[in-house]
């Protein structure tokens, strides 16, 4: 069963960064690339970029480039992301999801709540 | 960035009704679209690929149908378990985008 597991809430200081995993299982990790959205309170869904954790290669959408870096373990089949200089526009619900080679996501994780308070 | 424009926001419906929800992509997406449903405090799953194709679990009465560049969900006999948010989302160029979501209540 494949399975993303998503580590827990976090809280941080505007200005510094946090770091989310997303722990994979049930599949070959290397198989498939790895994407990230957020999700603003009571907001849709943005793409922020994946990784391609055989080659390590990635990509963002423009917005993120500054914003978000992706990376991978292949030893423990962890994706991670981590967000810098937090402001309040950060505060938001960060998901892990499996991509496919069609572009479409088949798996998510849980989903990992940010919020940025001093 | 191709826009997809999602309609009704939000709408009404009662057990047994179909329901259809639309996007309308700014510019052709070759059929690059998938549909997901999202339930609250919870992650979106996947039901609609490249259109039309069902996701494996997910039941018959959930259908998509294009038409240009016009994507469609069709949700048959609806289910008190259908009450969630639907978004569409492009996977034909990079930065995949998503719509605004519609918010399905059952009556």
């Known amino acids: 069963e494949v399975q993303l597991q998503q580590s827990g809430p976090e809280v941080g200081r505007p200005g510094s960064s946090v770091k989310i995993s997303c722990k994979a299982s049930g599949y070959t990790f290397t198989d498939y690339v790895m994407n990230w959205v957020k999700q603003s309170p009571g907001q849709g869904l943005e793409w922020i970029g994946w990784?391609?954790?055989?080659?390590?290669?990635?990509d963002y959408a423009e917005k993120f480039k500054k914003k978000a870096t992706l990376t991978a373990d292949t030893s423990s089949n962890t994706a991670y992301i981590q967000l810098s200089s937090l402001t309040s526009e950060d505060t938001a619900t960060y998901f892990c999801?499996?991509?496919?080679?069609?572009?479409?996501?088949?798996?998510w994780g849980q989903g990992v709540m940010v919020t940025v308070s001093s | 960035d191709i826009q997809m424009t999602q309609s009704p926001a939000s709408l009404s419906a009662s057990l047994g009704e179909t329901v259809t929800i639309e996007c309308l992509a700014s510019?052709?997406?070759?059929?690059?679209l998938a549909w997901y449903q999202q339930k609250p405090g919870k992650s979106p799953q996947l039901l609609i690929y490249?259109?039309?194709s069902l996701q494996d679990g997910v039941p018959s009465r959930f259908s998509g149908s294009e038409s240009g560049t016009q994507y469609s969900l069709e949700i048959n006999s609806l289910q008190s378990e259908d009450a969630a948010t639907y978004f569409c989302?492009?996977?034909?160029?990079?930065?995949?985008?998503f719509g605004a979501g519609t918010k399905l209540e059952l009556k």
């Open positions: 989302q492009q996977h034909h160029d990079y930065p995949d985008t």
């Open positions: 990784i391609d954790p055989e080659y390590g290669s990635t």
């Open positions: 490249d259109a039309s």
């Open positions: 510019e052709d997406i070759y059929s690059n």
């Open positions: 999801a499996r991509g496919q080679l069609g572009g479409y996501f088949d798996y």
